[in-house]
């Protein structure tokens, strides 16, 4: 174990210098790594170990290395992923069982992962699966879908399920590791001395280190400075990244025990200002059992929700009130909860004058030069009633779209005797709602009369503000109304209450979740079928394995960001004036479009895309590496600036100065395109025609569905390392397509393809945005590394990903449906749009119109498929992208149908089913029903809805018919070294973290009958797999198994009439001897489609069940029974993998993902903290998996199935369900209204809401 203690050489750090930035730079610890750098992903999790200030108890932690200032780590000893196991010194048991249960995908999540499961064993030895499982809120994983890395840790809690235990140590083995040899290693190798002294002289700034609040005076007083800033956990940069600007000190207030001290007094419990969220919550619990204190119990629960754990390890309460202080828009939860219970704030001012106020008070009162010193909060007694409420985008780790906290004081005959109603989320300056406070006093609470009359006061009071991104006023404030009914369910006497409304009054509580994967194996075939951890597993969990973040910087290495367009789409750039930029030490240059040698394009027109890949009516689409003039797009890159640190390449290309002149409004939407006429803008790239057209037409259902962008979210954010060599350019893209990258770099420094060596060892996370997209930063640093003849990396950051890259596309569709009485359908007239935008060379349609008609009879269906040309970024491939949503287009155009039919969906499914044309789904669907108890289960939720009024329930079946085709050619190379037989393979896919070498080295090891750990993978190069298509559309795996199987053949051919003249040898003694008879030890393969592998279909089907409160618009995944057809896995561990992984994918961009722009076409959501996939508790409580056994596939290789992206169609069972839930709410409270109603964009709490009816007058008792 390494215990870092950090030697501050003043020279090397200024005070902004992080823990991460630290660890990475000066410490060369690699292993911890880093995406957003704003405490919302958790690859940065690191974990402490110190002296509790207050307890000098020794505590360990987790916390988020990003946001840390490297001088508040004093007597910090800190662990990181490298030190904690690792090869020299064996693994930590923790890093064993997340790579062992199959945890890691492509890996770039796993260390923080580990560490925050490491600090959580290390601070609490009595560990329970529910801790556990509530714990990894700030971790994200774009890949596993988090059930296997949840499982993994669970294992290791005192109550983990004997399904999960098994094989794994327990918690007490967890912390005897602590005491292993590691202790020996770190004495002797990097045990440095701390020498910080109490006040240090930075390059930047002045940085102090206090023990009392006199001290901050003293500093205050003493300095000179214009600007100071109070460290406490240093996390409120992760909210507003400029909060505190650069100070000239910064005064380190950790360790003043009067800010931390926590003590009960006669007038309620007094705690220091700086009290961590976690240590207040600690507080709360211990100080609920005091007398009138209970209600601090709810408090805690409350805090719970706030941010994740690392950040509420080190964020203080202080802390988040001083946002709330600076920034009053900001939706604070400490501020909101304090504010409802009435709690005062204790104020210090340099003359140690101490003020005690209220929240309302301290939000305008004047804090320079003053320091929160407490918080007081009153003892309320049994006749208060305490709620409080926090409506997030997803379960955990995401800021309130609206929070509200009540406080009532009843009398015995339940008249209020006062009110407190307090609301985040609605606009700056409102806080309580005034009228509905006044209006109660004196009133029966649980009276329907008292209730109407509230919620007219509500209405009056609130006025929500219309700022992008946040939701519409209208769902802000039918929520704010709704949670104030809620509460008073949540506190009304069963007998005042009726049953049905009852359950409105709680939130939807989630148990822990379990997952069942139901496979079967070959045992003849192992190490083929073989379900086993993925072979780089111990590699991620230890963090040893590298990226391209990770590669050694040499001497000279420069860095390089892009200058982006800050214009909307058609102006016109008249000037572009870097001089500001390049006055900045250390920034070396700017290049613009006027500086490319060559073609002005990352998507050149002698791009080896393979037949097919482009339809042949469409040309390339030459994309612009830099703007030449009239912009694209919102945040098209105009140029690059090139500095020595990344930081500082980033800051400058902020200073490059731009002009332009306006041009046309850009089109933002396939609906502005439509509505305008603007058919130049629309293209028709693929049809069906019906063939007939039936009779017996009843009924005529006409709808729309559109859907929205998806970001990729790849924890590796697009990156490329190029080094110059004598005689070549190395280049280390994080690409799926080495071969686009080549051609393109090559074309924009009009240099010969020949001299360009590409190395893809891994990449941290793709999903499809790396197939051409990475050619734009290869492109880019390349000709940085060219022209300077220096190294350049070049990584985007999170929100610079966000802003340039094209995302899954946007949809739209019309249709018109003709039916009879049984919903057999007689016509169907279907018009999709897919958006490429400024792209089209990613096109879709083409390739996914046949999963619309695949799964029914569709001999009457007439569907046009057209793309559009918006003016943003372009459309992109995103895992499953056209087929995602033209799947969830027809089974929604079904669920529409019986809807409007009154039919249940799946009678209308089946009823547009041929018994033979589509005998395999039709079998499939009886396995899933009769699997998942469906329609027992239906009638449970039927049940349910009528007995509730405010919660629903829905479950849908969804059937996919998924069209499997070969494109592209791949390549493998299987070399036998002789002297010990072992064997390596490269190959041309690129593992990105779906398994693609596990699978190779299986199949390898089986075709050469040796064992498996005789086989390692080696990194793919352009020079072993020239030429190669990318990695992608769930074909890489199995092509590239193919063609290694092949490859073996051929060796195994070669070595025949060797072995056949030896007696039985050993494969060691056959090698040796094929070397002896010159016998090539190195053979290849190139997959190409005359190869004897045909297409197939993938039949699967998923059940989804989901719950949902009505009140809140809050769903939750219940249970979720996924089939899927893998024939008969290669690999089971990895298809499980992928199934999951896909899932929760599709699962966030049908409930939660929303990208948000401006009428500019400016992207608002380019920041964890507006932008959030699923997380931890945001997956199907049960979710179960299953593979059909002795399923094998006929075609195919090896008899297995692709994975990789057919199950993410699935996932559109999710909003199905959530429909049906919400429909029978829509019926309840407006009989009325339309059945059907159109949603655009994902399913998520607003759409729940507003499309609910939801209605004040409808809130009874
Ligand atoms: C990823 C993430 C998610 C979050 N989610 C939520 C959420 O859901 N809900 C929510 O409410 N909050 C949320 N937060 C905010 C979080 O609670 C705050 O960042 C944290 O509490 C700030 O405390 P700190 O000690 O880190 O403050 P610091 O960053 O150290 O300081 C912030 C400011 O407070 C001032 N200050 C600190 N102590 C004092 C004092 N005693 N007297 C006077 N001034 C002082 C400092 O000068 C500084 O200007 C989130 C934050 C992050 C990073
Ligand atoms: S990099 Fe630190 S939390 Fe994302
Ligand atoms: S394995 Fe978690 S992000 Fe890839």
Same mark, same amino acid.
């Given at each position: ?7 501050? $050489? ?85 890093? $064993? ?32 699966? +529910? ?31 004997? @399904? ?7 918690? @007490? ?17 990097? *045990? ?53 600007? =650069? ?42 059992? %005091? ?7 709810? #408090? ?25 202080? +600076?920034? =009053? ?14 709690? *005062? ?5 340099? *003359? ?20 929160? +010193? ?157 379900? &086993? ?11 040893? %394995? ?92 105009? /140029?690059?600036? %090139? ?35 603007? =058919? ?10 019906a063939s007939r057209k039936g009779e017996d037409i009843k009924h005529v259902v006409k709808g ?44 924009? #420094? ?7 060596? !590409? ?56 249709y018109e449906v003709g039916l009879n009485d049984k919903g057999e359908i007689q016509y169907l007239n279907h ?20 999963i619309f008609v695949s799964s029914y009879m569709h001999d009457t269906w007439n569907v ?20 995602? +949503?033209?799947m969830a287009m027809i089974e929604t155009i079904m669920e529409h149908v019986a809807m409007e039919l009154n039919i249940p969906p799946l009678e209308i499914r089946l009823a547009n089913m041929d018994p033979n044309q589509n005998k395999p789904i039709l079998q499939s669907i009886n396995e899933c029903r009769q699997?998942?108890?469906y329609d027992?289960?239906l ?16 479950l849908s079946l969804v059937p996919m018919t ?12 299987? %070399? !036998?070294?002789?002297?010990? /037989? ?117 039949y699967?089907v998923c059940a ?18 996924? #089939? @899927? ?51 931890? #508790? ?34 559109c069972s999710?909003?199905i369900?959530?429909r049906q839930?919400?429909a ?11 059945k059907w109603?159109?949603?655009? /964009? ?6 729940? &809401?507003?499309?609910?009816? =939801? ?7």
């Amino acid at each position: 174990m390494y215990l870092i203690y950090i030697l501050v $050489k003043h020279t090397n750090v200024t005070a902004t210098t992080t823990l991460l930035q630290y660890l990475r730079r000066y410490a060369h610890l690699k292993g911890t790594k880093y995406m957003c750098l704003e405490g919302g992903c958790g690859a940065c999790i690191v974990s402490v170990t110190t002296k509790h200030p207050i307890t000098k108890r020794t505590v360990t932690f987790a916390v988020n290395s990003c946001l840390v200032s490297i001088l508040s780590c004093e007597d910090w000893h800190i662990h990181t992923v490298d030190g904690i196991g690792n090869r020299k010194i064996g693994y930590h048991p923790i890093q $064993k069982v997340l790579a062992d249960f199959n945890g890691t995908q492509c890996g770039f999540c796993s260390p923080g992962m580990v560490m925050n499961m490491y600090a959580l064993s290390e601070s609490n030895s009595d560990l329970t699966m +529910k801790q556990v499982e509530n714990s990894f809120g700030g971790n994200m994983c774009r890949c596993t879908g988090y059930r296997p890395i949840l499982t993994a840790f669970k294992s290791l809690a005192k109550d983990a399920t004997t @399904e999960i235990l098994g094989k794994y140590p327990d918690i @007490e083995d967890l912390s005897e590791c602590g005491k292993r040899d590691c202790q020996k290693i770190c004495s002797s190798a990097c *045990r440095k001395q701390f020498t910080l002294d109490l006040c240090s002289k930075l390059a930047d700034a002045k940085w102090f280190k206090v023990f009392s609040i006199n001290e901050i005076f003293d500093v205050l007083r003493k300095i000179s400075y214009n600007t100071y800033q109070l460290v406490a956990g240093n996390t409120a940069r992760g909210v507003y990244r400029d909060f505190n600007g =650069n100070p000239d000190i910064y005064i380190d207030i950790t360790n003043v025990t009067s800010l931390l001290n926590d003590e009960v007094t006669a007038g309620g419990l007094v705690i220091g200002a700086n009290k961590t969220l976690t240590d207040t919550i600690d507080v709360f619990r211990r100080k609920a059992t %005091v007398d009138r204190l209970a209600y601090l119990n709810k #408090l805690a629960d409350h805090i719970e929700l706030v941010a994740h754990v690392p950040v509420r390890n080190i964020g203080t309460l202080a802390g988040n009130l001083t946002i709330k202080h +600076k920034r =009053n828009e900001f939706p604070s939860d400490i501020f909101l909860i304090l504010e409802t219970v009435g709690a *005062r704030v204790t104020i210090v001012n340099s *003359r140690k004058e101490e003020e005690e106020m209220d929240l309302l008070h301290y939000l305008t009162f004047n804090m320079e030069m003053k320091v929160m +010193k407490n918080i007081i909060l009153p003892k309320l007694d049994d006749s208060f009633k305490y709620g409080s409420y926090k409506i997030m985008q997803r379960t955990q780790n995401a800021y309130a779209m609206v929070n509200a906290g009540i406080l009532l004081k009843l009398d015995c005959n339940h008249t209020v005797q006062s009110a407190r109603i307090v609301y985040g989320g609605i606009n700056p300056s409102f806080h309580h709602a005034t009228k509905a406070e006044q209006y109660l006093i004196g009133k029966q609470i649980f009276d329907d009369g008292t209730l109407q009359g509230a919620f007219q006061a509500l209405d009056e009071d609130i006025h929500p503000d219309n700022v992008l991104p946040d939701p519409s006023p209208k769902f802000r404030k039918t929520l704010a109304i709704s949670l104030f009914y809620k509460f008073v369910l949540s506190i009304a006497p069963n007998d005042k209450v009726s049953p049905r409304n009852k359950s409105g009054g709680s939130l939807l509580s989630r148990p822990i979740s379990t997952g069942v994967q139901d496979f079967q194996t070959n045992e003849s075939l192992y190490p083929l079928t073989q379900a &086993i951890p993925k072979l780089e597993a111990l590699g991620q969990t230890s963090g040893e %394995v590298e990226y391209i973040t990770d590669l050694p910087d040499s001497h000279d290495q420069l860095y390089a960001c892009f200058v982006t367009t800050k214009a909307p789409a058609n102006s016109l750039v008249t000037n572009i004036d870097p001089s500001e930029a390049l006055k900045q030490p250390g920034v070396v240059s700017f290049y613009s479009a006027k500086d490319i040698p060559g073609l002005n394009t990352f998507f050149p027109p002698n791009a080896n895309v393979p037949l097919g890949f482009i339809p042949p009516q469409m040309q390339i689409v030459p994309e612009e590496l830099f703007c030449s003039g009239v912009v694209k797009y919102y945040f098209q890159p105009l /140029g690059m600036i %090139v500095a020595n640190t990344q930081e500082l390449a980033e800051m400058a290309a902020d200073m490059v100065k731009a002009e332009y002149s306006p041009g046309e409004n850009p089109f933002l939407s396939i609906r502005q395109i439509l509505a305008a006429g603007a =058919n130049d803008r629309i293209h028709e790239e693929a049809s069906l025609e019906a063939s007939r057209k039936g009779e017996d037409i009843k009924h005529v259902v006409k709808g729309t569905f559109d859907t929205t962008w998806q970001y990729h979210y790849h924890m590796e954010t697009q990156i490329c390392a190029v080094v110059p060599k004598e005689d070549s350019l190395d280049i280390y893209p994080g690409t799926q397509w080495m071969d686009f990258v080549q051609v393109a770099v090559a074309s924009v #420094l009009k240099i010969s393809e020949n001299y360009i060596n !590409i190395i893809v060892k891994r990449v941290g996370g793709a999903y499809g945005a790396k197939i051409t997209r990475c050619a734009q930063t290869a492109c880019a640093a390349a000709l940085a590394a060219h022209k300077l003849q220096k190294p350049v990396k070049m990584q985007m950051s999170f929100s610079m990903n966000m802003d340039v890259v094209g995302k899954r596309f946007p949809s739209a569709a019309d249709y018109e449906v003709g039916l009879n009485d049984k919903g057999e359908i007689q016509y169907l007239n279907h018009t999709l749009y897919l958006d490429y935008a400024t792209g089209g060379n990613e096109s879709m349609i083409s390739h996914s119109i046949g999963i619309f008609v695949s799964s029914y009879m569709h001999d009457t269906w007439n569907v046009a498929g057209n793309y559009t040309q918006t003016d943003n970024h372009a459309g992109t491939m995103t895992r499953a992208p056209g087929n995602t +949503k033209i799947m969830a287009m027809i089974e929604t155009i079904m669920e529409h149908v019986a809807m409007e039919l009154n039919i249940p969906p799946l009678e209308i499914r089946l009823a547009n089913m041929d018994p033979n044309q589509n005998k395999p789904i039709l079998q499939s669907i009886n396995e899933c029903r009769q699997w998942c108890d469906y329609d027992n289960r239906l009638r449970n939720v039927e049940e349910f809805n009528k007995n509730n009024r405010w919660r629903k329930k829905g479950l849908s079946l969804v059937p996919m018919t998924y069209l499997l085709r070969y494109i592209g050619s791949l390549n493998s190379r299987v %070399v !036998i070294y002789a002297g010990d /037989g072992t064997v390596a393979v490269s190959h041309g896919g690129i593992e990105i973290g779906q398994g693609i070498n596990t699978k190779v080295a299986q199949v390898c090891a089986y075709a050469l009958g040796i064992s498996l750990d005789m086989v390692s993978v080696k990194a793919s190069s352009n020079f072993v797999s020239p030429n190669n298509f990318t990695t992608g559309a769930s074909i890489t795996s199995e092509k590239v198994c193919y063609a290694t199987l092949r490859a073996c053949e051929t060796l195994l051919e070669r070595m025949k009439p060797v072995k056949d003249r030896m007696d039985n040898p050993s494969w060691k003694e056959l090698v040796k001897e094929c070397q002896n008879q010159y016998i090539e030890l190195a053979a290849s393969h190139m997959y190409n489609p005359y190869d004897p592998v045909q297409t197939y279909d993938i039949y699967s089907v998923c059940a989804t069940e989901i719950e949902v409160d009505i009140l809140t618009g809050i769903h939750q995944v219940v249970r979720v029974d996924l #089939l @899927e057809d893998t024939g008969n896995s290669m690999s089971p561990f990895v298809d499980i993998g992928q199934v999951e992984g896909a899932f929760i994918m599709g699962l966030g961009f049908w409930t939660i993902e929303k990208p948000v722009f401006d009428n500019e076409g400016r992207i608002l959501t380019d920041r964890t903290w507006n932008y959030k996939i699923p997380g931890a #508790l945001d997956i199907p409580i049960d979710f179960r998996v299953k593979f059909p056994k002795n399923n094998p596939n006929p075609n195919g290789v090896l008899h297995s199935k692709a994975t990789a992206e057919p199950p993410l169609c699935l996932s559109c069972s999710v909003p199905i369900a959530i429909r049906q839930a919400v429909a029978s709410a829509r019926k309840e409270a407006d009989a009325n209204a339309l059945k059907w109603y159109p949603i655009n /964009g994902p399913s998520d709490v607003e759409n729940t &809401i507003l499309n609910s009816l =939801n209605d004040y007058t409808q809130y009874t008792l």
